[in-house]
């Protein structure tokens, strides 16, 4: 590769990226069964140009660049820090970064993963490492297969594994209230819908290594008498506010727990 060609797409890979996360919009309002699908595809068509500018400045006659990959992933950081920094209010730095994560999780990485180049794992890895360390934060990359096969079990990754662990069908009572309750309730709320984000963000991750672990049954076990059949007995009760409460002690001790 020439050096003209090297520098087109070097540049187009780094502004690219940036693209992909913080031209976006709102990545919760496409996040639903019957549009995401369609919607990441648009994503994937709109920047598979940057993806493979990624993949020809990674890979070389002689090998593979890891310094490239570096310096991609800690631009992106840098310039998210940069975004977050203009926002003077703490609470919509916070809505921003919770975008940011949600953005990276389902349009991002997925995006970067479906082309199966040589850079998409190093790569996703790094970012994920990095912007981690950066935020304070506990997101994790999935495929788009995997978040595709996430919908049509109805994105409750933890209680569905959780039930499934104890014989239950997947359309079982306890799952479609609590899918309900979900839809119905969290997301009608700005709180709610954050926490929802927030769930979507590590619950693949920590399924993963729970389903991992020696002890995966009775962790699941554990969840389910400490934290989701106390849930359906509120919402049976109509105190929805004390279920989101008990959800949201659910999500951030299993975070600290699998993702710290």
């Given at each position: 590769m ?16 940036e ?24 994503y994937?068509?709109k ?14 006659e ?55 180049g ?10 994920v490492e ?32 959780v ?6 069908a997947?359309?079982?009572y ?11 309730y ?37 969840i389910w ?34 993702m710290?």
């Amino acid at each position: 590769m020439d050096i003209v060609a090297y520098g087109e797409y070097y540049n187009k890979a780094m502004q690219g990226l940036e693209d992909m996360l913080f031209q976006a919009g709102n990545p919760l309002s496409s996040f639903k069964k019957s549009l995401y699908p369609e919607a990441f595809q648009a994503y994937l068509r709109k920047y598979i140009e940057v993806i493979d500018a990624i993949e020809k400045v990674y890979v070389k006659e002689d090998g593979v660049d890891e310094e490239w990959l570096h310096k991609l992933a800690d631009h992106l950081v840098d310039q998210a820090a940069a975004e977050l920094e203009r926002i003077p209010k703490k609470g919509k730095r916070s809505e921003q970064l919770t975008d940011y994560n949600m953005t990276l999780a389902v349009y991002t990485f997925p995006a970067i993963l479906e082309k199966k180049g040589q850079s998409a794992e190093p790569l996703t890895n790094l970012i994920v490492e990095k912007w981690n360390t950066a935020f304070k934060t506990s997101i994790g990359c999935a495929s788009y297969e995997k978040i595709e096969t996430g919908f049509h079990r109805k994105l409750c990754y933890i209680t569905t594994a959780v039930c499934e662990s104890q014989g239950k069908a997947d359309n079982c009572y306890e799952l479609e209230l609590l899918r309900d309750y979900r839809d119905q309730y969290l997301l009608s709320t700005p709180e709610g819908a954050a926490l929802v984000k927030e769930y979507y963000n590590i619950a693949p991750t920590i399924v993963s290594r729970i389903a991992r672990s020696e002890t995966s049954e009775q962790v699941y076990e554990e969840i389910w008498q400490n934290y989701l059949a106390p849930c359906v007995h509120l919402i049976e009760a109509g105190k929805k506010e004390d279920c989101r409460e008990q959800y949201m002690a659910m999500v951030y001790e299993l975070k600290g727990r699998y993702m710290a």
